[in-house]
């Protein structure tokens, strides 16, 4: 089963946690001094938050899948719809060790797909710094179109 993944750019992670620890009625699953996470059930979400971000706000959704399966028909989806994608295997990012694919819709905001393989000591690469590893989602011009090598 597909969960959603939200992921909001914070300026204040304490007032933040709070706020939408009211909203959803549950405490984060995981909280770092830079990062929380709360895996709900009602809604089925994945929601983070992270000081992390260029700018507050929206920093990316995506789709949590449960097995590498799913990931695989995700990345279908990207490729028959001719979507630009970047695909992340065995990454480490919001101190979890990951496979993901990523892309960013018209509009520009950045989509991922990833299977969740294993937690991680640390938050994982900063997508300002250069790497083919990179944690949070690549630049628009970074990604390539995996279906026509573009």
């Known amino acids: 089963m597909k969960r959603l993944h939200v992921h909001v750019s914070v300026d204040n992670l304490a007032d933040s946690i709070r706020f939408y620890s009211a909203l959803?009625?549950?405490?984060?699953?995981?909280?770092?001094p830079d990062y929380a996470k709360w895996m709900l059930e009602d809604p089925r979400v994945n929601f983070a938050l992270s000081m992390r971000g260029s700018k507050p706000g929206l920093d990316h959704l995506g789709v949590?899948?449960?097995s590498e399966?799913?990931?695989?028909?995700?990345?279908?989806?990207?490729?028959?719809?001719?979507?630009?994608?970047e695909?992340?295997?065995g990454t480490n990012c919001c101190y979890a060790k990951s496979d993901?694919?990523?892309t960013v819709d018209p509009q520009g905001i950045a989509w991922e797909s990833y299977h969740t393989l294993d937690a991680a000591p640390t938050?994982?690469?900063s997508?300002?710094?250069?790497?083919?590893?990179?944690c949070c989602a690549p630049t628009p011009?970074?990604?390539t179109f995996l279906n026509r090598g573009k």
């Open 87 to 89: 695909a992340q295997i």
């Open 123 to 125: 938050y994982g690469e």
């Open 100 to 102: 993901k694919y990523w």
């Open 141 to 143: 011009t970074t990604i």
């Open 64 to 66: 949590q899948v449960e």
């Open 24 to 32: 959803f009625a549950s405490e984060p699953t995981v909280t770092k």
């Open 69 to 85: 399966e799913e990931l695989g028909e995700m990345q279908a989806r990207l490729a028959s719809a001719e979507l630009p994608v």
């Open 127 to 134: 997508r300002d710094e250069p790497s083919a590893s990179a």
